[in-house]
């Protein structure tokens, strides 16, 4: 099958840095190579997946990111370069709604972010000619409405993760924050839960825009210090380094996260995730198992005391099994072979 496959404008595939729209991405693009099929990656200049690769943006948009220009311009000349193809996916936001000028090339799609208003708006436009992958059971209920024609969870390549016995670094022991600095991803909450716990705690998120940067100040700074440290955006390197060396990923949303692939790329490292049960999080957590699901922060304190009750084999395994490239790669070929036939 010929599959074009068009990314977001705004940062590199694989991610340089932040950035989880662009490491699924990467991942269904070396997969669906890897399961044999015809792949052209439409991204930007400064990508370096593995696979037969197109742009017209040398390098990614990342401070227009969001803006209309840049990425119109990316989708007129995707669609140009994947007309060819037997089926397009599509991962950005404009693009479905381009996809009308090509009635004969069959298009799917798939919403990364929340089913909110506006983008409830969106895909409910176009959901009759473009079929909407959704990511979580939880991310469609938000807009059950909205047509979507198949859930799939994302999936990672766990041979691409190194896996940590959780004994620290050289100052001992850690637990581990990675994220974005936002209230709804919840770094204050990981550094009290932490310091409650006498667990030391190493946070790595971005922080670029204006509103992290006042969340960053007003919230999270005032509680670092001894045994709370803020070690910036971090390379997809440190980030495995870090994982596979924590006790835990502590990952303390208190929204719908429509998936969150810190947890499968801390499952992967062996490191359990200790999280609410908000959003997709008990779609990917096994409670007990790859780790615990907790009703509050007095539920994660206690449960950082029982992380021995845990075996870290069973989180790479969720990967190894369920979570694996492989079982996405295979529920977007049975999708796009229904669109074909």
């Given at each position: 099958?010929?599959?074009?496959?068009?990314?977001?404008?705004?940062?590199?595939?694989?991610?340089?840095?932040?950035?989880?729209?662009?490491?699924?991405?990467?991942?269904?693009?070396r997969g669906l190579a890897d399961a044999g099929h015809d792949l052209l990656l439409f991204t930007t200049g400064d990508s370096t997946c593995p696979v037969?690769?197109?742009?017209?943006?040398?390098?990614?948009?990342?401070?227009?990111?969001?803006?209309?220009?840049?990425?119109?311009?990316?989708?007129?000349?995707?669609?140009?370069?994947?007309?060819?193809?037997?089926?397009?996916?599509?991962?950005?936001?404009?693009?479905?709604?381009?996809?009308?000028?090509?009635?004969?090339?069959?298009?799917?799609?798939?919403?990364?972010?929340?089913?909110?208003?506006?983008?409830?708006?969106?895909?409910?436009?176009?959901?009759?000619?473009?079929?909407?992958?959704?990511?979580?059971?939880?991310?469609?209920?938000?807009?059950?409405?909205?047509?979507?024609?198949?859930?799939?969870?994302?999936?990672?390549?766990?041979?691409?993760?190194?896996?940590?016995?959780?004994?620290?670094?050289?100052?001992?022991?850690?637990?581990?924050?990675?994220?974005?600095?936002?209230?709804?991803?919840?770094?204050?909450?990981?550094?009290?839960?932490?310091?409650?716990?006498?667990?030391?705690?190493?946070?790595?998120?971005?922080?670029?825009?204006?509103?992290?940067?006042?969340?960053?100040?007003?919230?999270?700074?005032?509680?670092?210090?001894?045994?709370?440290?803020?070690?910036?955006?971090?390379?997809?390197?440190?980030?495995?380094?870090?994982?596979?060396?924590?006790?835990?990923?502590?990952?303390?949303?208190?929204?719908?996260?429509?998936?969150?692939?810190?947890?499968?790329?801390?499952?992967?490292?062996?490191?359990?995730?200790?999280?609410?049960?908000?959003?997709?999080?008990?779609?990917?957590?096994?409670?007990?198992?790859?780790?615990?699901?907790?009703?509050?922060?007095?539920?994660?304190?206690?449960?950082?005391?029982?992380?021995?009750?845990?075996?870290?084999?069973?989180?790479?395994?969720?990967?190894?099994?369920?979570?694996?490239?492989?079982?996405?790669?295979?529920?977007?070929?049975?999708?796009?072979?229904?669109?074909?036939?």
């Amino acid at each position: 099958m010929r599959i074009g496959l068009i990314a977001p404008p705004w940062t590199p595939i694989p991610p340089t840095l932040y950035g989880g729209i662009e490491l699924v991405v990467d991942e269904l693009a070396r997969g669906l190579a890897d399961a044999g099929h015809d792949l052209l990656l439409f991204t930007t200049g400064d990508s370096t997946c593995p696979v037969p690769r197109r742009w017209v943006l040398p390098a990614a948009e990342g401070q227009r990111i969001g803006m209309a220009v840049p990425e119109l311009r990316h989708v007129l000349h995707a669609y140009e370069a994947v007309r060819e193809c037997d089926v397009v996916h599509d991962h950005t936001i404009m693009g479905p709604f381009h996809a009308e000028h090509y009635p004969d090339l069959p298009v799917a799609t798939t919403i990364h972010g929340p089913f909110n208003e506006e983008l409830s708006d969106l895909y409910r436009a176009v959901a009759d000619r473009v079929p909407v992958i959704a990511i979580s059971h939880a991310q469609h209920r938000a807009a059950p409405d909205v047509p979507v024609a198949r859930v799939i969870h994302h999936g990672i390549d766990a041979t691409r993760f190194p896996v940590g016995d959780g004994a620290g670094d050289t100052e001992g022991p850690y637990v581990v924050f990675l994220g974005r600095m936002a209230d709804d991803k919840g770094a204050h909450r990981a550094v009290e839960v932490a310091r409650r716990a006498g667990m030391r705690i190493l946070l790595a998120a971005k922080m670029r825009e204006p509103w992290e940067l006042r969340y960053f100040t007003d919230r999270v700074e005032p509680l670092l210090g001894p045994g709370a440290v803020y070690l910036g955006e971090v390379s997809h390197e440190r980030k495995l380094e870090l994982l596979a060396g924590a006790a835990a990923l502590l990952f303390p949303i208190r929204w719908n996260e429509p998936f969150g692939m810190v947890m499968l790329e801390a499952m992967a490292c062996g490191t359990p995730v200790l999280a609410f049960p908000e959003g997709a999080a008990p779609e990917v957590v096994r409670d007990g198992a790859t780790g615990f699901l907790c009703e509050d922060e007095d539920a994660m304190v206690a449960a950082l005391g029982r992380l021995g009750e845990l075996d870290r084999a069973d989180c790479r395994q969720a990967v190894e099994g369920y979570f694996s490239t492989q079982r996405m790669v295979a529920e977007h070929v049975e999708l796009f072979e229904s669109m074909l036939a």
